[in-house]
């Protein structure tokens, strides 16, 4: 087993809800729990997936890991060393080592700059120059499967897949070990979904990378990742190894998630799906408890369910779920 | 069963300033009553044109510049707006992609589901008249059609599975979560009971859990209600749940129809079969995916010969000049590729794809 590259230790990350002027003085605080107490850990070479529904704080997760958000609670660990209160010259350092991919390459991308300039960025920022800057976005362009035409060209000229492939070149810049990935494949079309899925396991393979691989494609996570965190409403409800995570889910939810996604040539495709009611509660104000007591299908549920949260409990060999039924 | 909506070679121009957009060029569409039929295609292939060109709504600059749409009889190109008025909405209901962007933000939901049970239905429809004379009269009626019309919404939002549905009717779509606001807008559709009910990329922006509600929704909708479907979607799953045919576009032009097991299961054209290999099985690691190479080709430039053929790994010198035609392939099923005898021979061979497949889930 190699040692966790990155590891968080009851993450938090809650946003202040904007106030009215009054409030100020009521001093009444309402908090969005986006992230709600996270401990798990990604060891060097893995990719590990990461999927929830929309809202359910997992792309907040990934930017707090890389400090874009400032952590509310909690501790992360990269390669050992903790890096909540790195500030100016260390977090620089620090940035050089983990970079993200976004969702959207088309709002990601600075439309009034060419793809040289895009990419020479964060080189410039740490500090190259001249001949040496020119022929790395030249390696890199290649790397992701540009050419050197497309150096002068500005986005729009470019198609959502190419697109998505500057913004990998522009992460992979700093020659970065971690990675996240947020939603890489999300906004693109099947086909060139599968090429850019492809371009980053074969980058993944050359430079050693590490993946947090953000999505909610759960066919395009179970392809890439090794292991799988399932998040609901800013909590990990189960996490393991792909395969144990799609032959045996533990937790109900991985259940209901995993039975709703549309088969391909099944011929019944509704016998034994589990269909959740409602939809994913406010993190304004979450359910006491569990957190997903409001949609959870098992009947007669143990009181415990609504006033205690649940532990995450290892059922198998690295298998954890946060179920009460399972203890 | 009868055939409710058949669409004879249309063809969708847009005239811009850098040359004429072919975004339908040439399709050919048949929908039995009752019946669900899906299109899939990219993004930029023409399925959403196609839609709201049925619907008689080809936005500025664009065009039908050819072809027939025979919907119950009647040629839809023919009719003038006045007509085409009294079919939009009642006989034929479109539910667009993005329900924020399509529901008014400043009218209340349950306004925005009578308005369409208020224009479509006659007046003596909705509520007996009052049998008050006088002076009153008109009043009396309009107030009596306005509770009847509210009436009927609730009971149609209760029928989408919105729950407290009188409650909701007087919430504006900013309070609605993503799916309910989908369900509204089934609601407004379905409220005129229509014969062909449009879908287009109904389940795109979902959540999984949120996306089989709908679906299942959906197909409650087809049994119930008897309504044929015209499903559009780039998500192939979502069409194999709830279609019974489909049909797959390419750069404006059909490149294969057949039903939903056909094309899932034995693929004739290359693009089809491109697309099934670039799909991730769930659970199956050791399946590698295989993308198509390239991108969509320009519509307002497209290659002389078949559109595909810049991407096609069977590609022959053939394919680059002469566009193939849409060949009978079998009982209901079409293929626009000159050899996809060959090809379907080959991968026969090759013990790919052809007869059962066996995907994950089965």
Same mark, same amino acid.
């Given at each position: 087993m190699s040692s966790p590259l990155l590891e968080i230790k009851g993450l938090k990350k809650y946003f202040l809800r904007q106030q009215a002027f009054w409030q100020k003085w009521t001093g009444k605080k309402e908090y969005i729990y986006a992230v709600d107490g996270v401990s798990f850990s990604v060891n060097k070479g893995e990719t590990v997936g990461l999927v929830g529904e929309s809202g359910c704080g997992k792309s907040t997760l990934g930017r707090t890991i890389l400090r874009l958000y400032e952590p509310t609670a909690g501790e992360i660990y990269f390669d050992g060393e903790k890096i909540n209160d790195l500030r100016g010259d260390e977090l620089l350092q620090l940035r050089r080592r983990m970079q993200i991919i976004f969702q959207d390459p088309f709002a990601s991308l600075n439309p009034r700059q060419t793809v040289e300039k895009i990419i020479g960025l964060p080189l410039k920022i740490q500090g190259m120059k001249g001949r040496e800057l020119s022929e790395r976005?030249?390696? %890199?362009?290649?790397?992701?499967?540009?050419?050197?035409?497309?150096?002068?060209?500005?986005?729009?000229?470019?198609?959502?897949?190419?697109?998505?492939?500057?913004?990998?070149?522009?992460?992979?810049?700093?020659?970065?070990?971690?990675?996240?990935?947020?939603?890489?494949?999300?906004? %693109?079309?099947?086909?060139?979904?599968?090429?850019?899925?492809? =371009?980053?396991?074969? =980058?993944?393979?050359k430079m050693g990378l590490t993946y947090l691989f953000i999505a909610h494609d759960l066919s395009v996570v179970s392809y890439v990742s090794d292991r799988i965190v399932v998040m609901y409403l800013g909590q990990v409800m189960e996490m393991g190894p792909a395969e144990e995570i799609f032959s045996s889910p533990q937790?109900?939810?991985?259940?209901?998630?995993?039975?709703?996604?549309?088969?391909?040539?099944?011929?019944?495709?509704?016998?034994?799906?589990?269909? =959740?009611?409602?939809?994913?509660?406010?993190?304004?104000?979450?359910?006491?408890?569990?957190?997903?007591?409001?949609?959870?299908?098992?009947?007669?549920?143990?009181?415990?369910?609504?006033?205690?949260?649940?532990?995450?409990?290892?059922?198998?060999?690295?298998h954890y779920a946060a179920c009460h039924l399972l203890g | 069963m009868a055939e409710l909506l058949k669409i004879k070679d249309l063809q969708v121009h847009f005239f811009t300033d850098y040359g004429v957009v072919k975004a339908v060029d040439g399709i050919d569409l048949t929908l039995q009553e009752g019946e669900a039929l899906g299109i899939?295609?990219? #993004?930029? !292939?023409?399925?959403?044109?196609?839609?709201? *060109? &049925?619907?008689?709504? &080809?936005?500025?600059?664009?065009?039908?510049?050819?072809?027939?749409?025979?919907? *119950?009889?009647?040629?839809?190109?023919?009719l003038t707006e006045k007509e085409m008025r009294r079919i939009r909405g009642k006989e034929i209901a479109m539910i667009f992609q993005d329900p924020l962007t399509t529901l008014n933000p400043v009218l209340k939901v349950g306004e925005q589901i009578t308005e369409a049970i208020r224009l479509h239905h006659e007046e003596g429809d909705l509520s007996p008249a009052s049998g008050r004379r006088g002076f009153f009269r008109f009043w009396e009626d309009r107030r009596r059609r306005e509770m009847a019309a509210w009436k009927k919404a609730v009971e149609m939002m209760e029928? &989408?599975?919105?729950? #407290?549905?009188?409650?909701?009717?007087?919430?504006?779509?900013?309070?609605?979560?993503?799916?309910?606001?989908?369900? *509204?807008?089934?609601?407004? $559709?379905?409220?005129?009971?229509?014969?062909?009910?449009?879908? +287009?990329?109904?389940?795109?922006?979902?959540?999984?859990?949120?996306? $089989?509600?709908?679906?299942?929704?959906?197909?409650?909708?087809?049994? +119930?209600?008897?309504?044929?479907?015209l499903f559009i979607s780039h998500d192939l799953g979502a069409i194999s749940e709830l279609c019974d045919r489909a049909a797959v576009m390419y750069a404006g032009k059909i490149v294969e129809t057949g039903s939903v097991q056909e094309i899932t299961g034995a693929p004739f054209h290359p693009y089809t079969q491109g697309i099934l290999a670039s799909i991730p099985r769930l659970g199956e690691k050791e399946y590698r995916i295989k993308p198509i190479p390239g991108n969509v080709p320009d519509l307002g430039d497209l290659?002389?010969? !078949? #559109?595909?053929?810049?991407?096609?790994?069977?590609?022959?010198?053939?394919?680059?000049?002469?566009?193939?035609?849409?060949?009978?392939?079998?009982?209901?099923?079409?293929?626009?590729?000159?050899?996809?005898?060959?090809?379907? $021979?080959?991968?026969?061979?090759?013990?790919?794809?052809?007869?059962?497949? #066996?995907? *994950?889930?089965?």
């Open positions: 976005i030249d390696e %890199l362009l290649e790397q992701v499967g540009l050419a050197r035409v497309h150096r002068k060209r500005f986005p729009h000229q470019f198609s959502g897949g190419q697109r998505q492939r500057v913004g990998i070149a522009r992460a992979l810049a700093v020659n970065p070990s971690f990675v996240v990935a947020d939603e890489p494949v999300s906004a %693109l079309d099947v086909s060139i979904q599968a090429q850019i899925i492809n =371009l980053l396991q074969e =980058l993944q393979e937790h109900p939810y991985t259940k209901a998630l995993l039975s709703s996604i549309p088969r391909i040539g099944k011929k019944n495709p509704s016998t034994g799906r589990i269909i =959740l009611e409602g939809s994913v509660p406010s993190p304004l104000n979450p359910p006491a408890g569990c957190k997903f007591n409001t949609r959870c299908f098992i009947k007669n549920k143990p009181a415990a369910c609504f006033h205690e949260p649940p532990p995450l409990i290892e059922g198998a060999p690295g | 899939l295609g990219e #993004s930029g !292939c023409g399925k959403s044109m196609t839609a709201l *060109a &049925v619907m008689g709504l &080809v936005p500025f600059p664009g065009r039908i510049t050819g072809g027939e749409i025979i919907f *119950a009889g009647r040629d839809l190109c023919r029928k &989408v599975g919105i729950p #407290s549905p009188e409650l909701r009717m007087e919430e504006y779509p900013h309070q609605f979560s993503g799916g309910m606001r989908q369900r *509204a807008m089934i609601a407004i $559709a379905l409220s005129c009971n229509p014969r062909l009910l449009i879908a +287009d990329e109904l389940t795109t922006a979902l959540d999984v859990t949120i996306q $089989a509600q709908i679906l299942d929704l959906m197909r409650r909708i087809k049994e +119930d209600f008897r309504t044929s479907i290659p002389a010969g !078949c #559109s595909f053929f810049p991407r096609c790994p069977y590609g022959q010198a053939k394919c680059k000049t002469e566009l193939p035609p849409l060949e009978e392939a079998g009982e209901g099923r079409q293929v626009r590729c000159f050899y996809w005898r060959q090809i379907r $021979a080959q991968r026969e061979e090759e013990g790919g794809i052809g007869g059962e497949l #066996s995907f *994950a889930g089965d």
